[in-house]
């Protein structure tokens, strides 16, 4: 009798080892978020005081327990690159050029605003470089912080968002089905 006991347990033993259990990996969408304000705060030369989204700092410490490292040398020289940048990129959307797109990068809006070729190649350049940064920062925040990279879509998106809510009055963005929203 034991020993049917045994075969029966060593059989169930066997079948529960042939189990594939799901592992869901934790995104961690609101320590990214507070990353981002972080980020895109310091890019445009903002005090924490003057963001529009920072929350009591007694409310920070409760509602973020999972925190993202954004301080790498990688993320910080990028920052830094972006920050030189910005009176540029902040020119390009004030001018109508570029908007912020729904998907975290800048895009080309209306080129007819820079009617000279030079001017036009500039805003261009200008462009890249701070696409090009912008794409490495997604990347380096979701590897420093061994994020899948699967995920990075999901950090362009709250980028996207932070971005969005950054702009001065008159700047462009771009909705969710792709059209041109001006910020009132």
Known sequence: ??????AGFLWMLALVGCV???????????AIEN???????????ATPEQSSRVAPS????RAYAVDVNVETPKIRKIVESRKARFPQVDQM??????????????KEKDRGVYGDLKKLADARRVTAEENKDRKE??????RANNIPEEKVKEVEKIFAETNRGKLKAGQYYEDETGAWVKKG
Do not use: C
């Open 58 to 61: 007694f409310f920070i410490q």
């Open 93 to 106: 959307l004030s001018d109508g050029f570029a908007g912020e797109g729904n998907n975290g990068y800048l």
């Open 1 to 6: 009798m034991k020993k049917r006991h045994w």
């Open 137 to 142: 920062l997604y990347l380096e925040i979701v």
């Open 20 to 30: 594939t259990i799901p592992i869901n990996i934790y995104f961690p969408a609101a």
């Open 35 to 45: 990353a981002a304000e972080k980020i895109e705060t310091e890019v445009r030369g």
